[in-house]
């Protein structure tokens, strides 16, 4: 089974940047559509950025559109999330996922957490004002 392991997160201000990885393990990652879901303390997990299999295709939450961005390099098997201009809003512990095979929310619209899964154990994103 695959499994994910996410990095890359911190404790940031206001309007700064980092960038999220998720590395996966095995042979067969650019099979895979990733997903970016994050959770913020009391709050469900909830999506944030979809890229197909050759990394073409994304989509994002609204609230972080212009200001995230989705990638992946399929030869070290790694995911990306770029998050410029960061708020506090932004703030909770960011998980990768794997787009399970009954997933049935159309591309492009907001899925739910269960249509991902093989979760990794999650970043901590803190962005203080």
């Known amino acids: 089974q695959v499994q994910l392991v996410e990095s890359g997160g911190g404790l940031v201000q206001a309007g700064d940047s980092l960038r999220l990885s998720c590395a996966a393990s095995?042979?067969?990652?650019?099979?895979?559509?990733m997903g970016w879901f994050r959770q913020a303390p009391g709050k469900e997990r909830e999506f944030v950025a979809a890229?197909?299999?050759?990394?073409?295709?994304?989509f994002y939450l609204d609230s972080v559109k212009g200001r995230f961005t989705i990638s992946r390099d399929n030869a070290k098997n790694t995911v990306y999330l770029q998050m410029n201009s960061l708020k506090p809003e932004d703030t909770a512990v960011y998980y990768c996922?794997?787009?399970?095979?009954?997933?049935?929310?159309?591309?492009?619209?907001?899925?739910?957490?269960?249509?991902?899964?093989?979760w990794g154990q999650g970043t901590q994103v803190t962005v203080s004002s």
């Open positions: 890229i197909n299999r050759n990394g073409v295709s994304t």
């Open positions: 095995g042979r067969t990652f650019s099979t895979y559509i």
């Open positions: 996922g794997i787009r399970q095979p009954y997933a049935a929310t159309v591309w492009g619209r907001t899925p739910p957490d269960t249509d991902f899964g093989s």
